[in-house]
């Protein structure tokens, strides 16, 4: 492999690597604004000069291939002046608006401006204006004063999605990015445009004016949204309600962007994962233990009255239970083991199969776990067999888990097969269909407010962090069901964390054998690779 001195370090490189590459790898910054590994090398911005021994001019480092024996140097005053010569350019006509632009405090040319900029204008002209505020999508929008034509969206809507509705117009200082004529920006990844995009021409219509980034707590976890996985950071923070007060603190989240991981999703998610928090926060949520609907009972009572419920049915076999496939491995484990020991429980998982998969990201399979929970409780688990028992009067109690994303994709219960049930007992964190025909709810907690495993379809199990506590008196369902066991008297491990859990799972199912938080990590592993990470 190459060797080559950078800033006086040597490195070695894998051959083929360009310079900007070798500099990142190693932890040595050269700024840029065009570059993207998921992108090709377009080599507009000229932001990333170096200069390189023996070359006789400087060098763009994306697009110059690493050699053996290469000297560069990237901070020498030969490269500060070329640096602050294309900050000066691409400053030209940008608006000074900062102070109101979405993109303030994670900006690069803001940053860029401070760290590799002259601080003066020599502008003497009024700056060239531009469009402001233009609705380029069901989801972004374009202010063109604020575009560095670095090109990133175009490629992107060329290379990946293959749809190409960006491009350039114009020539010279009037040259602007727009949309194709009679193409608005509306293909099914069109957000990751704003994530590309380094300054604040393209913002996102969902957050667009809700908080201010530096407010912001970001959290790595997993998209819900299907059996992709897709890796992502989950933000909330503090919300501005007015201008003129201060904001109030909340832990509602404010947008969910695309987290790296190479094995999964690359650097993409797709718009419908993007906003599917949207779905969690607009429903009206299960406060607290009911029984029934509209009827508030304490929480101690509610365990007592459920367990011993579930109990009777299950020593009569005559219980059942559905699950839903976003449920987190963690709380399908527990509660089976529960099931288990109060007596024989018909159990199923719903299908939430629409649609076809992309050649991208996209999967038909809603189900983030449902390969998860095919791990944990086998193959067969099927929810019509459940409803067909129920519906056959062969069951006294049924456990429907609402869905912890959308209310949508909760269980739902026909009158008829209501009607032969005694105990339709509720575990879940909407007030969904399947809520307002139970007997018995319990507030459970919602995506990213329980941590746990999900699995993706290729069989990767991937650590799902908590973002925010859940509403109410909801509970993960780990602890839930340590509530039910300790009021029945049945003896489960004493569990304090999903982390507790997943040990003991990875002792009891084969595929998440050697498995625990910290081998699962920011990328998750394969199953049955966990004792061997």
Partial sequence: MPKLTIDGREIEVEAGKSVLDAALEHGIHIPHYCYHPGLSIAGNCRMCLVEVEKAPKLLISCATPVADGMVVHTANEKVKTAQKAVMEFLLLNHPLDCTICDQAGECRLQEYSKEYGKGVSRLEDPKVLQNKAVDIG???MLDQERCIHCSRCTRFCREVTGTSELSFFNRGNKNVIGVQTGAPLDNAYSGNVVDLCPVGALTLKEFRFQTRVWFLHETPSICAGCSRGCNVDVAVGKQQEMMTVRGQFDDRIKRVTPRTNEQVNTYWICDEGRISYQRQDAAPRLMTAQAPLG????????????????????????????????????????????????GLFQIGVRSLKRGEDDSLLIRADKGANSLGAEWVLGKGASEQRVLDAAAGGALDALVVFGDPLDPEDSAVIEDSTRSK????????????????QASMLLPGAGWAEEDGSLVNFEGRAQWSRRAHVPRGEGRPGWRIVADLAQAVGIAIPEWTSAADVLETMAQEVEPFSGM????????????NAGAAV
Avoid: C
Wanted: glycine share 8%; proline share 5%; net charge negative.
């Fill in 138 to 140: 069901p989801h972004v």
């Fill in 421 to 436: 049930l005694q105990h339709l007992i509720y575990v879940g964190p909407f007030l969904d269909a399947a809520a307002s």
């Fill in 516 to 527: 625990s938080e910290s081998k699962l990590g920011l990328l998750g592993v394969p199953g």
């Fill in 295 to 342: 009827t508030e009972l304490d929480w101690d009572e509610a365990v007592r009255k459920t367990a011993v419920a579930l109990k009777e049915a299950g020593e009569a076999s005559r219980a059942g239970a559905i699950f839903s496939p976003r449920m987190v491995s963690e709380s399908i484990f527990a509660w089976n083991k529960l099931f288990s020991a109060l």
